[in-house]
DNA sequence: TGCATCTTTTAGAACATTCTAAATATATTA
DNA sequence: TAATATATTTAGAATGTTCTAAAAGATGCA
């Protein structure tokens, strides 16, 4: 292949790699996916693993969890034996389905736990006695609400989000 | 304290650390700060260590992180000798701003990298001179057109989201 | 100044993640 | 089915992160 493409190709793959890092996702899985996102055809394991000098344990793997993300689909070619493997190009799709599908999911999980913390506070009010806790428990109260508000606001955001890319 | 509200206290800061956990961030940072949200009044470090039963260099450490973000802020107590701390209540606020100075600074320093690889293949399009190079430059030109348009929405949506909070 | 109190830095232990190479499992073709 | 090609799993090495305890560095007060 002409150099100056080469040279742009690992330029790009190395960006995203970096990218990827700074979003706390495995840099391999970011620099596969950018080799087959700028790939005109289709690659197989090997291609992959003679570009990024990585081994074959470690890119079965990583191709693994981009097909988890549907960020990557197989591609069966005739005549071939090895899987060959295309990027999915709609990147704000991934990003907002990884988004809904791992954070956000998450997210939930835990503001669910904190709603279910502010509902046992509610309950216990009778138990406060004095002026002290009494006044606490109004603490509290007041920054449980906080959360609550922040996370409805947030499934909000992941909606009006969602309906981008439908 | 009254055991009920130590409870719930201790189920909060335990919710927020493993929310710091899934968004990759230090678990004790998250709990450092669920515990200044929650309390009435501001807290030394030694308050906070008792509490959380970790080493004072850890805690120091991570609360300069807090303060970095501008998620805790310090107080100064008249008769104390000790630092005190309290919590920065506006997490939208926080988050926001949290994303803006890291991830979307480094996602930017990303982009500008990738619109200068595209750059340098507009530049050099007079050196490709066979079919199948061309072909691939153009392919090329149009997978580098689409991250472009990626950045340029995120950029947008930052600023609506940082419209939000001020 | 010198002592007491508090905070930060540091060195390395404990733990977690990522990687490779080799072994194992699966699929394809003759 | 045997032989071969390919993919996945596994064990442990290499690397990276987070934690503690102790040393060093501040700060304030007698």
Redesign the interface.
């Known amino acids: ?2 150099s ?2 080469k ?3 690992e ?2 793959i190395e ?2 790699g ?2 990827s890092e ?3 996702i495995n840099r391999i899985v970011g620099q596969l996916y950018a080799l087959l ?2 790939s ?1 055809g289709p690659l197989s394991l090997d291609d992959m693993v003679d570009k990024l000098k990585i081994s074959k344990g470690n890119a079965s793997v990583n191709i693994r969890e981009l097909e988890r993300w549907n960020a990557v689909k197989k591609v069966w070619i005739k005549g071939e034996r090895k899987n060959f493997y295309r990027a999915n ?1 709609d ?2 799709k991934i990003v907002i389905n990884c988004f809904k599908n791992g ?1 956000i999911q ?2 939930k999980k ?1 503001t669910d ?2 709603a279910k ?1 502010q509902e ?2 509610n309950k ?1 009010s009778s ?2 006695i004095n002026k002290e ?1 009494k ?3 109004e ?2 109260q007041d ?2 609400k ?2 609550k508000e ?1 996370s409805e ?1 947030t499934e909000n955001l992941v909606k009006v989000l969602s309906g981008l890319v439908e």
Do not use: D, G
């Open positions: 292949m002409n100056k493409l040279v742009i190709e330029e790009f960006t995203i970096q990218l700074s979003l706390s996102f700028l005109p190009l990147v704000l954070l998450r997210m835990s736990k904190i913390t046992t506070l216990s138990l406060f806790e006044n606490i428990a603490i509290y920054r449980l906080r959360i922040i606001k």
